[in-house]
């Protein structure tokens, strides 16, 4: 009976390790987190984007310029790059040569070491699914949120919801539909902040949600301005085929524009203002009507989640 009892706490351990138990936070305990909204800011930012090529180039210094003058970005980027590969120094970031090979870069756990950002928008790898299945998605959230604010007690912390292929099995609209509560939330958030020890909670950018209330909208008119279905938001490849998964300047505009309302707690601009891609060529923008409903859609969803820490007005 003794040695029972002295071994039964290791079996049950076990168990739950097979099972892929972790520390979790019930949907309402991870709500009550976000019961009160962040004030605004009263500075332009300093940023820093760590992520992939669905963050890119582009789309920061679209948010830069939007946000005007004294908002400042750098980023760490890899090829399909997850918060662990970025983390640890011996998992190497896959094309981080090319994806870095910038005048925004800096090394990210320098920069948040150094406490001089006053924003951290992380994202994770897609397939979602198989980031927190293979490279502990929610332990990473926790890492560079403690690492933010270890330095800069102030920082804020943002979680920028991506999106899957258009030709996803399940449907991309259905992706999108599932995965916020499912995966960004269920897991990434929940596990990640279970512990307590983040010195507060991790906020969403929810540039997915954003794309299927605009996507929906569009499609169900038969089109808005130069928008006409959500293929109008991705790259179309040298060959003509479709790339199912990165943005064209229509898309990362509307990205941009996200992040914008999330950091800022503004609306977003209802006419497109001239903006420069990061080569420093001007963006394709949408038209009027376009502009218009992309603002229009980003408040709403962006002042209607409570996770934004953006209050409704």
């Not at 169900?220 to 060959?239: P, Q």
């Amino acid at each position: 009976m003794k040695k029972m009892k002295r071994y039964l706490p290791l079996g049950l351990a076990l168990l739950l390790s097979a099972c892929g138990w972790q520390k979790t936070l019930e949907p309402q305990a991870l709500e009550q987190l976000y019961t009160t909204p962040l004030t605004p800011p009263d500075k332009p930012l300093r940023v820093f984007h760590i992520g992939h090529s669905l963050v890119n180039r582009d789309m920061p210094m679209m948010l830069e310029q939007l946000a005007g003058p004294g908002h400042d970005h750098r980023s760490q980027l890899g090829w399909g790059a997850s918060l662990q590969s970025h983390w640890e120094p011996d998992i190497p970031v896959k094309g981080s040569e090319v994806e870095n090979n910038h005048a925004r870069y800096q090394e990210a756990r320098g920069a948040i070491d150094s406490g001089q950002f006053d924003a951290i928008v992380l994202t994770e790898a897609v397939e979602i699914k198989d980031s927190i299945k293979y490279f502990d998605s929610p332990k990473y959230i926790r890492a560079w949120a403690q690492a933010a604010r270890a330095t800069n007690p102030k920082a804020r912390v943002y979680l920028y919801e991506t999106w899957h292929p258009l030709d996803d099995p399940k449907g991309w609209l259905e992706r999108l539909d599932e995965d916020l509560p499912k995966h960004w939330e269920g897991v990434l958030l929940a596990q990640g902040l279970a512990h307590g020890d983040t010195a507060g909670p991790v906020h969403v950018i929810p540039a997915g949600q954003v794309l299927g209330r605009f996507v929906r909208a569009v499609e169900s008119k038969g089109g808005v301005g130069n928008v006409r279905s959500r293929t109008d938001l991705f790259i179309r490849n040298a060959d003509g085929t479709q790339d199912n998964i990165h943005m064209n300047d229509l898309g990362n505009y509307l990205v941009a524009l996200t992040h914008y309302a999330v950091l800022y707690h503004r609306p977003p601009p209802v006419v497109a203002p001239p903006l420069l891609k990061a080569d420093g060529t001007p963006a394709k923008l949408p038209d009027e009507d376009t502009a218009r409903l992309m603002s229009e859609t980003v408040w709403d969803v962006v002042t209607r989640y409570s996770k934004t820490g953006v209050a409704r007005p």
